[in-house]
């Protein structure tokens, strides 16, 4: 089970980290995922980290601007967005993937938060 957290409203170029909790004991053999949907968009990939933590994939719109880490002491993946804008406003979601590498693609994810809304404000 995922329990993803953080998200708000926030003013455009400010800052929201989020968070998602899983349950269980086997968080740090698979890696993750965060996706957003935006009002009447599809989901789109956003950020992956695989299971240790050393390596990363994002989005080219989020670059530079967003950062995924996990604690897997704590079974949690964060997601530090910073340099927010408008068009970052959606719901965002946390999925795990049993996946060994990462992946971008949302079928290949077999667990999903319930998803936290982001509101960026020009």
């Known amino acids: 089970q995922l329990q993803a957290s953080g998200g708000g409203l926030v003013q455009a170029g400010g800052s929201l980290r989020l968070s998602c909790a899983a349950s269980g004991r086997t968080f740090g053999s698979y890696s993750m995922g965060w996706f957003r949907q935006a009002p009447g968009k599809e989901r789109e990939f956003v950020a992956a980290?695989?299971?240790?933590?050393?390596?990363?994939d994002y989005q080219d719109s989020v670059k530079g601007r967003f950062t995924v880490s996990r604690d897997n002491a704590k079974n949690t993946v964060f997601l530090q967005m910073s340099s927010l804008k408008p068009e970052d406003t959606a719901a965002y979601y946390c999925?795990?993937?049993?996946?060994?590498?990462?992946?971008?693609?949302?079928?290949?994810?077999?667990?999903w938060g319930q998803g936290t809304l982001v509101t960026v404000s020009s």
């Open positions: 999925a795990r993937t049993r996946r060994t590498l990462m992946t971008r693609e949302a079928r290949l994810y077999d667990a």
């Open positions: 980290i695989d299971k240790n933590g050393y390596s990363t």
